[in-house]
């Protein structure tokens, strides 16, 4: 099968979409199919260029972009008009759009519905961020973009078959939108890459990008009020210098910022000792199950997609208390608890390998070719 994968950003481009991508490409191409991505030629959400790159792993067709800074859930900061044309040379067997609500959504919908091809899409919202955005107002009134889309995204979702990474975010889709018929499928992660049995270093990590939905203030303040401190390394790409220098002013004695390649992210993981994420709405968290693959216990706010990934493999803190987040830092210091959680999240893992959930999609697409 010829499969059309679209997104905003592909690799290098460190986020979670782009794993996912990236992933899901690599294990469908190892299992027979031809996959190409289809995406801007932008590094980041705020529009950064692209680095120079030798090649692409995988085949992909990178679009002159336009940057559109002001945006809403329905309006996304990258349009790269070129998609249309671009699918019709490649003529994929079916088309697979990573969001909702976009130019790309609008472009693949049209080119399926002019050559007859199906269509499926993944929002990879969370529930949380679905229902804040669709319910903003302006007056007590639905603006005029959210009532045009709102028409507009069930026109098309008529057409589409819609995956969900979260059962949370399935039911936020059919309450809102009222969309009949959602899959869920969650993320995956590469077991192979990671390896639970190397030695722990005694550091906390946080890993990912180092832009304000992260709350990564509120992780630091929680830090500083740790009695037995150990090391805390924040690692991720920082887009906004100015946030990133905001950060580090707010950064006590043991914390240090890191920039790594994948290799290094996955180092870190592998070694350290806790893995903490302080995110309030995050829709999955990929870097979860790669701390699980590593045999590392995940401290995780009690929000989003959190809960429903980790399950018993980790402890949940309130997201708005630093003393429960110190707190649970301390808990799980005790030895027992520890290797249970680690345990657990060896366990739990095995669900979300990369050969799982492609079978999952590849019987979603056979079905719909």
Request: aromatic share 10%; hydrophobic share 40%.
């Amino acid at each position: 099968m010829r499969i059309a994968q679209v997104c905003y950003l592909a690799a290098p481009a460190l986020g979670g979409v782009e794993r996912h991508v990236l992933e899901l490409s690599r294990t469908l191409i190892n299992n027979g199919h031809k996959v190409e991505i289809h995406t801007s030629n932008f590094y980041d959400l705020k529009g950064t260029s692209l680095p120079k790159l030798a090649t692409d792993e995988i085949p992909t067709y990178r679009y002159s972009s336009k940057f559109v800074k002001k945006t809403t859930l329905f309006s996304q900061p990258i349009h790269f008009p070129g998609l249309f044309w671009g699918l019709v040379k490649s003529n994929p067997d079916l088309i697979h759009v990573h969001s909702m609500a976009s130019l790309h959504l609008e472009l693949s919908y049209l080119y399926c519905r002019l050559f007859h091809k199906p269509l499926v899409v993944t929002g990879h919202y969370s529930a949380a961020d679905l229902q804040r955005l669709y319910t903003k107002r302006k007056n007590d009134q639905k603006t005029k973009r959210l009532r045009y889309w709102e028409t507009r995204l069930k026109q098309i979702m008529n057409y589409t078959t819609l995956v969900a990474i979260t059962t949370k975010e399935a039911q936020m889709y059919q309450e809102l939108f009222d969309f009949k018929k959602v899959i869920v499928i969650p993320n995956g992660v590469n077991l192979e890459e990671f390896n639970p049995y190397l030695n722990k270093e005694n550091y906390l990590l946080f890993v990912g990008r180092i832009v304000p939905e992260k709350r990564l203030d509120f992780l630091l303040g929680a830090y500083k009020k740790l009695l037995n401190k150990q090391p805390l390394i924040i690692a991720g790409y920082a887009p906004d210098k100015a946030y990133l220098d905001y950060l580090k002013g707010l950064a006590s004695t043991g914390v240090s910022f890191v920039s790594p390649s994948r290799n290094q992210i996955v180092s870190l993981i592998n070694q350290a000792k806790t893995l903490v994420l302080p995110s309030k709405n995050e829709a999955f968290g990929i870097v979860l199950l790669e701390a699980m693959a590593s045999g590392v216990p995940v401290l995780a706010s009690n929000s989003g997609g959190f809960p429903e990934v980790l399950g018993d493999a980790g402890l949940l803190f309130d997201p708005d208390s630093e003393t429960d987040l110190v707190e649970k830092i301390e808990l799980i210091q005790d030895k027992e608890l520890y290797q249970k959680l680690a345990t657990a999240g060896l366990k739990r893992v095995e669900r979300f390998s990369w050969s799982t959930i492609a079978k999952e999609l590849e019987e979603v697409y056979q079905s719909l070719v």
